[in-house]
């Protein structure tokens, strides 16, 4: 399996933050990071 890390794009920028919401979410059991007034995470 090869990995390619690489800058998002303009228009990728939107999926990734929502993906990194999610992580936040799953990994909130652990980490107890509280999520905002809006209910995001805000990675």
Do not use: C, W
Request: proline share 7%; hydrophobic share 30%.
């Amino acid at each position: 399996m090869n990995v390619e890390i690489r800058p998002v794009t303009p228009d990728e920028k939107n999926t990734l933050n929502n993906l990194l919401e999610k992580y936040n979410y799953e990994f909130s059991q652990y980490d107890r990071i509280p999520f905002g007034a809006d209910g995001l995470y805000h990675y």
